[in-house]
């Protein structure tokens, strides 16, 4: 099996065009480190190609924890990926009130019964 960018850009392409034609749509979710680099984003935006497949087959999220993501996407090597996000959301942390709302949710849905 073949493993270089090109057969894999292939393959992914192929594989998100059958998913399209039964009817169903892909998501990646991706989680940028601290140490990512700007070729790393480059391929984010290469993946953002497919959206030319019939119906939009593929859904990219990014997710950074730092304003840093932000600001390399403010660059211009990265200005084309920049122009192909329709959604920037930042989240705020947690109060102190909301993280111990959170973890109760999170256990009674996890089958907690409270005494």
Avoid: W
Avoid at 31 to 50: V, Y
Avoid at 75 to 98: D, G, H, K
């Amino acid at each position: 099996m073949k493993r270089d960018e090109v057969s894999l850009h292939r393959r992914l392409k192929e594989m998100l065009v059958d998913e399209a034609r039964a009817g169903r749509k892909c998501s990646s979710l991706l989680m940028r480190r601290k140490t990512c680099k700007h070729s790393s984003l480059e391929a984010i935006r290469l993946l953002s190609d497919f959206e030319n497949c019939p119906g939009q087959t593929l859904h990219i999220i990014l997710l950074g924890s730092q304003l840093r993501l932000g600001e390399m996407l403010l660059t211009p090597e990265l200005s084309q990926l920049a122009q192909r996000i329709s959604t920037v959301c930042r989240l705020e942390p947690f109060t102190p009130e909301e993280v111990n709302s959170y973890i109760t949710f999170r256990l009674r849905v996890a089958g907690l019964q409270s005494r």
